[in-house]
């Protein structure tokens, strides 16, 4: 199925960890992950509301495979709540490279969710802590606003922007993923698996490519 999605005045973009450390030359790097800045900019023109997140771990963080000896980045582990894959590390909160990309998104509408505060549990969705109970409070920010559909690009397609989606979905929201607005890990087939995976909730979860910045080409069938 193919469709065009126009955008509209109550849609939002929600822009995912766009940060320093997360594009080339950063402590955990999204490949070509910088090139994501120039389309999410083109996209943002066309929204009245814009919400970036950020990834923003302390030291010492369980997100972060050096806080558990012998493990490697991304390999399944069990913690309290249930299996974790840690990233690499390190990344710190606090430091440059946790900052948001100059000029992305440079809106008055943008606002900025952190993500990732408690040392207890891994971060890799804008919307819960990993124990899939904790709300970060950005659905409350947008049903506030009576925004109910968001439009996610940024870092990376297969975790951060992936999880973020399926639990907007889990909190009752319309999502639409705009892939190549995104750049992936790939981590073990995870990007074949973000392409493939249920959209939480029982919510079908649409992935879309730009045709132009103010209309969507709708490229997947909902995912089931």
């Known amino acids: 199925m193919s469709g065009h999605l126009a955008i509209g005045d109550r849609d939002a973009l929600l822009v995912v960890d ?10 955990l790097a999204v490949p070509r992950g910088n090139e994501v800045v120039p389309l999410i900019n083109r996209l943002a023109e066309c929204f009245a509301h814009v919400v970036l997140t950020q990834d923003w771990h302390p030291a010492g963080h369980q997100s972060f495979a050096s806080s558990h000896p012998g493990r490697k980045p991304y390999e399944t582990i069990d913690v309290a709540y249930g299996p974790a894959d840690p990233m690499a590390g390190p990344l710190r909160a606090g430091n440059a490279g946790r900052r948001i990309v100059p000029g992305v998104a ?98 079908p979860l649409h992935i879309a490519r730009r045709r132009r910045p103010d209309r969507l080409q709708l490229v997947t069938s909902p995912r089931r």
């Open 18 to 27: 766009v940060q320093n450390d997360f594009c080339p030359g950063g402590a």
């Open 106 to 203: 440079n809106s008055p509408c943008g606002t900025c969710a952190a993500q990732g505060l408690s040392p207890r549990d891994r971060f890799y969705s804008a919307f819960y802590e990993n124990d899939r109970r904790t709300r970060t409070g950005l659905a409350g920010y947008l049903r506030q606003r009576g925004l109910r559909r968001i439009f996610v690009a940024g870092l990376a397609f297969d975790f951060c922007v992936r999880y973020s989606a399926e639990d907007a979905h889990r909190e009752g929201l319309d999502v639409v993923v705009i892939e190549d607005a995104c750049r992936s890990i790939d981590v073990d087939g995870s990007m074949a698996a973000t392409r493939a995976g249920p959209g939480g909730a029982g919510r």
